[in-house]
Antibody
Framework: EVQLVQSRAEVKKPGESLKISCKGS????????IGWVRQKPGKGLEWMGL????????RYSPSFQGQITISADKSITTAYLQWSSLKASDTAVYYC??????????WGQGTKVTVSS | DIQMTQSPSSLSASVGDRVTITCRAS??????LAWYQQKPGEVPKLLIY???TLHSGVPSRFSGSGSGTEFTLTISSLQPEDVAIYHC??????????FGQGTRLDIK
């Protein structure tokens, strides 16, 4: 069974950088697209971007372009989401999920990011 | 961008009721429409993809339909464990992915 395991919760200060990870349990994921989805407290889901693990082809939502960087290391079937300078408004739970047949069928457990001074 | 609007934003229904949630797109879309269930404090789970295909392991009381700009998720007989927020999501080759704002479903 394919699983996505995300890195632990983070507490950061505004202006700090952060990189969170999403590791797939199966080599077959190198042929898949992995997406990142944000969920702010009490709010809906927001798509941030997609990355194809095999060649790191990346697509960003216009709402997040320039605000985040998505990367991957196919040798360890891991995708990453990073910020160079966090803001309080980045406080949210971030999910990675496999994108297959136009939907997200397998989800990570989520990484809670809290940005507070 | 294609905007996805769900209605209602919230609803309460009784156990055994037939429940319908609607997702409307701002322009006609292909049938690349998915529905997710997110129970309180849990990770979203895929229920339906390609507008009407039930994901593996999802109870048959859930169904999806629609085309063009209007899609629906139906629960044929509401169960207590169906209390959740339901999200629709569109995939489009140009704009890629967009979610609806979610519909909160409670039991009366």
């Amino acid at each position: 069974e394919v699983q996505l395991v995300q890195s632990r919760a983070e507490v950061k200060k505004p202006g700090e950088s952060l990189k969170i990870s999403c590791k797939g349990s199966a080599y077959s994921l190198t042929s898949d697209w992995i997406g990142w989805v944000r969920q702010k407290p009490g709010k809906g889901l927001e798509w941030m971007g997609l990355i194809y693990l095999r060649d790191s082809d990346t697509r960003y939502s216009p709402s997040f372009q320039g605000q985040i960087t998505i990367s991957a290391d196919k040798s360890i079937t891991t995708a990453y989401l990073q910020w160079s300078s966090l803001k309080a408004s980045d406080t949210a739970v971030y999910y990675c999920a496999r994108h297959l047949l136009w939907a997200f069928d397998i989800w990570g457990q989520g990484t809670k990011v809290t940005v507070s001074s | 961008d294609i905007q996805m609007t769900q209605s209602p934003s919230s609803l309460s229904a009784s156990v055994g009721d037939r429940v319908t949630i609607t997702c409307r797109a701002s322009q006609a879309i292909s049938n690349y429409l998915a529905w997710y269930q997110q129970k309180p404090g849990e990770v979203p789970k895929l229920l339906i993809y390609a507008a009407s295909t039930l994901h593996s392991g999802v109870p048959s009381r859930f169904s999806g339909s629609g085309s063009g700009t209007e899609f629906t998720l139906t629960i044929s007989s509401l169960q207590p464990e169906d209390v959740a927020i339901y999200h629709c999501q569109n995939y489009d080759k140009a704009t890629l992915i967009s979610f609806g704002q979610g519909t909160r479903l409670d039991i009366k």
